[in-house]
């Protein structure tokens, strides 16, 4: 039986019971699952192994890969700008980045751009290199040459290798510092945080292994009824979903466990966390944590209001998306719906946080086993979802 570490505040017993079961009844390999409540840790806990082929073990610090988890970093940096005044939700994204204007993308705000209401879900270049995403203008260059795919503003399709780039230039044009050192500087940097969109050298030796989920599991997966037209569309180089998501993008699951994927700055789809920072960083976003606070209540009620609800024009399934978050609504949300208020990010690696304000919840969760559902958690997720709610209700 896989020992799991770390302490739980009274009341909060169960939550270790949950936890404990991801390793006996549902594969857990290694994993980290944190919860602040109104600026405190109440559940701190990991287990496992960090790399099962040299049985390195998991540690309270230990890093693992968290897929689109990691756009809220990205969504964050350029919400705390809106915080000082500096972005305007309301402005063209042009006023920011000029260049962003061509191919009638003019009239695109900020607010449309975070609803992933803005038609640029695809890279729109040749496969993107690592030498691209090490430069990150090729990337930046294209996207605001790019025409939209839908009118912006009309509907709402998940830019899931795109949106960390179109909010990161957002950023570096006001701030004139790259995402990661404005993340380090305002963020990261005043929380004592393990989050990163490029990973310093020096933490490398704390990266989990990603352990593949097996073909098995994946079809399995894959045949959830909800995913059919999604995993349809996936299959014809015609649809939008397949140019969106394989056409141009050529970090894969293959690459999971190479360094030099997390060295450079792709914070649509590659950046790492510990699951203590990831609930430390959601819990600081609404309310005071060791002094800092991330945003004032009246941006945390217009993050979490839905600017997008419907059927996603990639994902082909219902989605809800807040200001760069999601919230509850559809099968890529793995809470439960009813709890109003929530958003969050979820990832392929299994990973997912959220933040709750009406019951000062802050959450993360970091395994190394990849989830067999794509995005929106698996059994594992939503058993600790559960298991809180319970503790706190």
């Known amino acids: 039986m896989t020992h799991v570490q770390g302490t739980v505040a009274p ?78 939700l309301e402005a063209p994204v042009a006023r920011y980045w000029p260049e962003f204007a061509q191919n009638g993308k003019s009239g695109i705000t900020v607010r449309t751009l975070l609803a992933h209401r803005a038609g640029l879900p695809s890279m729109h270049m040749r496969p993107v290199t690592w030498e691209d995403l090490r430069d990150w203008t090729p990337i930046t260059e294209t996207l605001a040459a790019a025409a939209p795919e839908w009118p912006p503003g009309i509907r709402h399709g998940y830019h899931g290798v795109t949106i960390g780039h179109l909010t990161g230039e957002i950023v570096r044009r006001v701030t004139g510092m790259t995402l990661s050192a404005f993340l380090e500087a305002e963020i990261t940097g005043p929380l004592s945080l393990d989050c990163y969109v490029r990973v310093p050298d020096a933490a490398l030796p704390r990266l989990a292994k990603m352990v593949l989920p097996d073909e098995q599991s994946v079809q399995l997966g894959m045949q959830v009824p909800e995913m059919a037209d999604f995993v349809q569309a996936l299959g014809d180089p015609d649809t939008l979903s397949y140019r969106a998501f394989y056409g141009s993008v050529t970090q894969q699951w293959d690459d999971s466990n190479n360094p030099r994927t997390y060295q450079v700055e792709s914070p649509s789809m590659d950046g790492v966390a510990s699951a203590h920072s990831l609930a430390r960083y959601f819990a600081a976003m609404i309310g005071e944590v060791d002094g800092v606070r991330l945003f004032s209540p009246w941006l945390v009620d217009k993050i979490r209001t839905p600017q997008s609800d419907g059927i996603d024009e990639l994902l082909k399934v219902r989605t809800a998306w807040g200001l760069g978050f999601l919230v509850p609504g559809g099968p890529f949300w793995p809470a439960p719906e009813h709890l109003k208020g929530m958003f969050g990010g979820s990832g392929a690696t299994g990973s997912f946080a959220f933040a709750d304000p009406e019951r000062g919840l802050g959450f993360g969760y970091v395994p190394n086993r990849g989830s067999e559902l794509l995005e929106g958690g698996d059994f594992r997720v939503r058993s600790l979802v559960e298991a809180v709610y319970k503790a706190v209700l």
């Open 11 to 88: 009341g909060f017993e169960a939550v270790r019971e949950a936890f404990e079961r991801n390793f006996t009844d549902s594969g857990e390999v290694g994993a980290g699952f944190t919860v602040y409540r109104h600026g405190r840790p109440v559940v701190d806990l990991w287990g496992g192994e960090a790399d099962p082929d040299t049985h390195r073990p998991w540690n309270r610090d230990t890093l693992a890969a968290i897929a689109s988890t990691c756009k809220t970093f990205a969504s964050g940096a350029l919400l705390r700008l809106v915080e000082r005044g500096e972005v305007d």
